[in-house]
């Protein structure tokens, strides 16, 4: 994802501690791909949320696109940890053969990311070199950041909706006809109301709160983000101490939104970000827990370190003037035994893992401790 940043006499990234408490501009393109366009536009008209929601209709000015296989192209970058989601949910339901995959190369400049990991800088379906152009092609004065993950119409080009926290509510609801069979329920109807309220706090205090703690431009700001980012990883730990997953013995959306944070903790987050109370694998419950989802099919097999690394610490001039990615750390420690089967359940309850990564979709040999 990448925020709407300006460029700076130095850099042509753009700069992103701007002083104060750092906050994440969260105006995104709403609109929708649905099973029943005509039903969700009846829907009374919705309020932005932070998080998604479900049984919604649509935001306000917002469009409903229909469900069509073939159709979309889903466009995320994995060093990203809001696209992560979208890889891994896309991948935990089976959509591969539905919703084709782009995905950017880790670093880019204050326009766009680019497709620079692909033959001749384009992608191969789309056929540009910038995401930026797939923006433009539908709004050509777009204003704001051009950020991942973002759904692209492929026959006109145009992007669709860069709406991350829907996007997977979505793929788990709308798309549900093209699920593979065996897919995993991540929306589990008896757990929503506490689900959500999870999922809120994770994202306030976890997701958002490591970026408070990076971007904060001066030292009461960073202080306070800091002190409520503890706060929250102490609840997570203390709370995954008794269970095996977020909402028990299964995985559900809350644990795709969690995760992508935490294995991006030790690389990037507790130095580059300043959020060192101490290392993830400080923390038995929660470094246990991340790695039984990193061992888990369509979680560790999305992630690759190299471009994570690449990203934070190449694109943000102002935080790592340098640009010098560290070498660091030891990654081995993500395939050693977690023992989290002691607390019960299974991934996927009643369902089946997903199978092998299709090919062209995997992460790059020795970027990831399964691929070494």
Known sequence: MSGKQSPTEHSTRGAYVTGGEFTRDTNYIEDRIVADVEAVSALSTAEPSTIGQLGAGLTEG???WPVEAGRYRLVAARACPWANRAIIVRRLLGLEDVISLGTPGPTHDVRSWTFDLDEGGRDPVLGTERLQENYFERFPDYPRGITVPAIVDVSSGGVVTNDYPQMTLDFATQWRQFH????PDLLPADKAEEMFGVIKRVFTEVNNGVYRCGFAGDQTAYDEAYDRLWAAMDWLEERLS???????????????RLFTTLVRFDPVYHGHFKCNRNKLDQMPALWGYARDLFQTPGFGDTVDF???????YVVHEDINPTGIVPAGPDLSG??????????GGTPFGTGTAPGPVRPGEQVAPGANPLTA
């Open 334 to 343: 993500w395939l050693t035994e977690h023992g989290r089967e002691a607390l």
């Open 242 to 256: 008794t269970r095996r997953y977020l909402m028990g013995e299964s995985i559900t959306e809350a644990d795709v």
């Open 62 to 64: 917002a469009r409903a």
């Open 180 to 183: 593979r069979e065996g897919a």
């Open 306 to 312: 190299d471009q994570i690394k690449r990203h934070y």
